[in-house]
Nanobody
Framework: QVQLVESGGGLVQAGGSLRLACAASGRTFSSYAIGWFRQRPGKEREFVAAITWSASSISYLDSLKGRFTISTDNAKNTVYLQMNSLKPEDTAVYYC??????????????????WGQGTQVTVSS
């Protein structure tokens, strides 16, 4: 069992930055890779980025490369998503999720077993 808790969402002006955090707990969370997904208003949930705890594998949605950065703090059992140069179209509920390492692919939300409750990010124009 893995528990995930997101934090760091909020309201920001276009061009601003936010850092989201995903705190993981549970006996086996180190066996899981962590992904960030988002669900924009009226759209399906989509992949944003993913990382393994060793940071040996990192992937991003191509359109977000250069603006978003995913990282880990193993001492805090936390995965971060640094979001810079935010745009109104980045407005969404952001979720972190856990996928057993070696299972499926990083960008397929169906391959993730555990999900956090989500955190709202709103970017004003």
């Amino acid at each position: 069992q893995v528990q995930l808790v997101e934090s760091g969402g909020g309201l920001v002006q276009a061009g601003g930055s936010l850092r989201l955090a995903c705190a993981a707990s549970g006996r086996t969370f180190s066996s899981y890779a962590i992904g960030w997904f988002r669900q924009r208003p009226g759209k399906e949930r989509e992949f944003v980025a993913a990382i393994t705890w060793s940071a040996s594998s990192i992937s991003y949605l191509d359109s977000l490369k250069g603006r978003f950065t995913i990282s880990t703090d193993n001492a805090k059992n936390t995965v971060y998503l640094q979001m810079n140069s935010l745009k109104p179209e980045d407005t969404a509920v952001y979720y972190c999720a856990a996928r057993r390492i070696g299972k499926g692919t990083a960008w397929n939300l169906g391959d993730y077993d555990y999900w956090g409750q989500g955190t709202q990010v709103t970017v004003s124009s």
